[in-house]
């Protein structure tokens, strides 16, 4: 595909770039379309994302209306029809400055404002729009072959909460028609699977206006957050992890130490407590830190793998807040290893191993990437070398494929992320390992080693889950709630056809009760094919157990799975039998 440059040049931009400069394309068209139809209107910025573009748009005391979208998306047709060249210009600061001001371009004015005085301002051309822009972009308007205006949402200037709300108006752009249907298909099935209408529907969590960004679990989401629980406990027992819990709120000092005040304190929450601060903990570590600390140790002890469930709150802008996806606080399933150097290695494939068991066990592809050291971090040279290295070498070890994202590390070490993929093929970043020399630097961690002398122990920081709310969320999307039996809030719904059936129901509800299976009694006088079809359509609980009469006078249960309009009959206790063997192979 032919691109134009900002100086001009017209050539073939690299296969994988095609999409992004297609997309950016669609921004600048959105942006003339959006000028076109609302001449007061200033713009602020419009890149490409992953499956489209957006532009952020000052509209005054504009209101857009879904009519109004569809308009936009008329008026870029016909700009996109025109066929329109695109061209690059520059000029210099000042007269870059005045170009934009003259067409009333605040919010470019400001941006040039804060680049370089001897910068060099590129811009581009079609028809009569101007933008500012580094490029490059299809050479004619025509090239955008496939796009549509998906939605609206707010943004502030900057990503500033103290600046002005802008109108975010986002679209998508795709090579084919095909590619283009296939993608709102998906759109059109992820929104039946939205966890947060699964989750009313299911009774699993709720939120409040009057804790916005805090999700509330219910009885029946519980179950399910439990039995996640109670599978990582059973797989790090059996990995030689001890687990522990730390304070919810510590002392400023602490997280000074840390680094997390120069480097996350506008993400925290705090408090005065006797006349000092002390913040609610945003992660985890520290505590783990201390925990390493409160006593000596000695090699012979090392790796020492801790675990913990911990709650931690972080500030989220109200407008970033989603279900269960963004939220306030969150429980990480964090574990902290504490190693010598030459241990790097291995205790880095065990955890690539349990992490990759995991995943494997709700049937989740995934991909790798290796985060590098960010502008905004702490430390040596020589440890974030070293520590970039290590990971680098536990990777090639594994055979496992990555990819380099550069500067996406935390700020005290490089990381390894694990990006997986749903069952609709989207990707979520969830577990991590994070390689860190600075914090047991920071806290003077020691151990004794074989010759008697004080050594500084590695940390390792990983998760499998990540946020356990948040893989739920994706889990209730992924399954469409219907969840495996294992996990399933409600494994079994007994339902008899009549009042007749109602005292060897009762009996057959609490024999499951008796063998800890979650089951439920659905006695109601409703019709024996709503409270099915509830069952199978609503609550998406994966047996239910028919009772009528032959079943009473026979002694048995007739099984209805929730994936099939098959029944089938067999005795009680074969049922017990193949019912709790499921749920102890997490099958």
């Not at 802008?166 to 992820?190: C, H, N, W």
């Not at 050291?373 to 070498?393: F, H, I, Q, V, Y």
């Not at 017990?576 to 102890?584: P, S, W």
Request: hydrophobic fraction near 35%; glycine fraction near 8%.
């Amino acid at each position: 595909m032919k691109v134009i440059y900002s100086d001009g040049r017209v050539d073939v931009c690299a296969p994988e770039e095609e999409l992004s400069v297609m997309r950016h394309t669609g921004a600048h068209i959105l942006a003339q379309a959006i000028k076109h139809l609302y001449p007061q209107a200033h713009f602020a910025y419009g890149p490409a994302t992953d499956n489209g573009f957006y532009y952020d748009v000052d509209l005054g005391d504009t209101k857009l209306s879904d009519e109004d979208l569809q308009a936009i998306e008329q008026e870029m047709g016909k700009i996109v029809k025109a066929n329109l060249p695109i061209k690059p210009f520059t000029l210099p600061r000042d007269e870059a400055i005045a170009l934009m001001e003259e067409r009333g371009e605040k919010y470019k004015v400001e941006h040039i404002g804060d680049l370089p005085e001897d910068a060099v301002i590129s811009f581009y051309q079609q028809g009569d729009y101007i933008d500012m822009c580094v490029g490059p972009h299809l050479c004619y308007t025509k090239g955008l072959k496939a796009f549509k205006i998906t939605s609206q949402s707010g943004a502030y200037w900057k990503n500033d909460k103290n600046n002005k709300m802008l109108t975010r108006v986002k679209g998508i752009a795709f090579p084919s028609q095909k590619e283009l249907e296939d993608y709102l298909t998906m759109l059109a099935e992820a929104e039946k699977r939205d966890h947060r209408r699964i989750g009313k529907e299911m009774g699993l969590f709720m939120f409040s206006e009057e804790a916005p960004g805090f999700p509330f679990f219910l009885p029946k989401g519980m179950e399910v957050k439990n039995a996640l629980i109670d599978y990582w406990r059973e797989i790090h027992t059996r990995e030689h992890y001890v687990e522990v819990s730390t304070p919810m709120i510590m002392n400023r000092h602490l997280w000074e130490t840390s680094g997390h005040w120069d480097h996350y304190k506008d993400n925290m929450y705090s408090t005065i407590i006797d006349d000092e601060i002390y913040c609610v903990k945003p992660m985890n570590c520290p505590g783990g830190v201390m925990v390493y600390r409160s006593q000596p140790h000695s090699y012979r002890e090392l790796p020492m793998r801790v675990g913990e469930l911990g709650l931690v709150h972080r500030h989220e802008l109200r407008g970033a807040l989603h279900g269960l996806f963004r939220v306030r606080c969150f429980t990480q399933d964090d574990a902290h290893i504490f190693m010598r150097r030459e241990q790097i290695t291995d205790e880095i494939v065990g955890v690539v191993h349990l992490i990759d068991e995991v995943y494997s066990k709700f049937g989740f592809k995934y991909h790798v990437e290796l985060s590098t050291r960010p502008e905004d971090s702490m430390g040596s040279d020589e440890d974030w070398e070293a520590a970039t290295n290590g990971l680098k070498t536990a990777l090639e070890k594994l055979g496992l494929p990555y990819v380099i994202n550069e500067g996406d590390g935390a700020f005290y070490g490089p990381k390894i992320d694990f990006h997986l993929e749903d069952s609709l093929g989207r990707t979520w970043q969830c577990g991590t390992i994070q390689l860190d020399f600075q914090m047991p630097l920071n806290f003077q961690l020691e151990y004794v080693d074989e010759k008697g002398e004080k050594e500084r122990p590695i940390m390792i920081h990983r998760v499998c889950f990540g946020s356990i709310e948040r893989f739920i969320g994706i889990l209730t999307e992924h399954f469409a709630g219907k969840f495996p039996l294992w996990l399933a809030p409600t494994q079994v719904k007994v339902m008899p056809v009549s009042e007749k059936s109602n005292d060897y129901a009762a009996k057959v509800y609490e024999a499951l009760r008796g063998a800890h299976v979650r089951c439920e009694l659905d006695d109601r006088s409703e019709k024996i094919g709503y409270r099915i079809r509830e069952a199978q359509l609503v609550d998406r609980v994966p047996y239910m157990v028919i009772i009528g009469q032959k079943e009473v006078e026979e002694g048995t249960v007739s099984i209805r799975s929730r994936d099939t309009a098959q029944t089938e009959t067999m005795s009680l206790d074969a049922f017990l039998e193949k019912v709790a063997g499921e749920i102890r192979d997490r099958v």
